[in-house]
């Protein structure tokens, strides 16, 4: 069964610039949960998609936006890009949503450079 | 969600056993126990959970005390592959589909 799949995997961007980040989650999964990873911070929420509707969001501002496709897949935007926004994006998906048993299966990740 | 404490490090030596504690005191009725490492360069994944219970799988094992404000994963033969860090997490048995993370506990395993 193959794993949750990002792309790209590097990515250096510039000040003001936009992107957007992709992730595949496991067959048959429907919940994408986003992540941010930082030296600082460590690993912070973002927020999570199931079945193409967002159902949990982490306190980030509203520069950072995403979205689920009909088959899972999922996308996250930053918009305006600040240096601070330099981490490690992960994306993790799982069988369902909101289950407290619910193991969630995690990517590589895509490492955001903001120059 | 309620929060955890972790060491910030520890060490091990290879193929002995491991303890890594978590203390969760303010733990609710409805909070699952979660475990997921870090390895270096990689996404985190998923270790072992429970809820009142010992577990066991074939990562590890995870014992609870009986009042639910302490968890300790055992790791029975630590390798050098298990230099991780290890996040305890508690999963509130809701609606919310995140993971908090604290900071964890990074293990260093000693040829």
């Known amino acids: 069964k193959a794993g949750v799949t990002q792309t790209p995997r590097y990515l250096i961007k510039t000040r003001g610039q936009q992107v957007t980040l992709s992730c595949s989650p496991i067959?048959?999964?429907?919940?994408v949960s986003w992540y941010q990873q930082t030296p600082g911070q460590g690993l912070q929420f973002l927020f999570e998609?199931?079945?193409?509707?967002?159902?949990n969001k982490g306190n980030f501002p509203g520069r950072f936006s995403g979205r689920q496709f009909s088959n899972s897949r999922s996308e996250m935007n930053v918009s305006t890009l600040e240096l601070g926004d330099s981490a490690l994006y992960l994306c993790?998906?799982?069988?369902?949503?909101?289950?407290?048993?619910?193991?969630?299966?995690f990517g590589p990740g895509t490492r955001l450079t903001v120059l | 969600d309620a929060k955890t404490t972790q060491p910030n490090s520890m060490e091990s030596n290879e193929e002995e056993p491991v303890h890594l504690p978590c203390n969760h005191s303010?733990?609710?009725?409805?909070?699952?126990i979660h475990w997921y490492r870090q390895l270096p360069s990689q996404g985190p994944e998923y270790v072992i959970h429970?809820?009142?219970s010992n577990v066991n799988n074939r990562m590890a094992s995870l014992a609870i005390a009986e009042d639910r404000k302490s968890s300790t994963l055992i790791l029975h033969r630590a390798t050098l592959r298990d230099a991780a860090v290890y996040y305890c997490?508690?999963?509130?048995?809701?609606?919310?589909?995140?993971?908090?993370f604290g900071k964890g506990t990074k293990l260093s395993v000693k040829p």
């Open positions: 993790a998906s799982s069988r369902f949503s909101g289950s407290s048993y619910n193991e969630q299966f």
């Open positions: 067959s048959g999964h429907r919940s």
């Open positions: 998609y199931f079945s193409e509707t967002q159902r």
């Open positions: 303010t733990i609710s009725g409805t909070d699952y």
């Open positions: 429970g809820l009142t």
């Open positions: 997490i508690l999963k509130y048995g809701g609606s919310q589909g995140n993971l908090i």
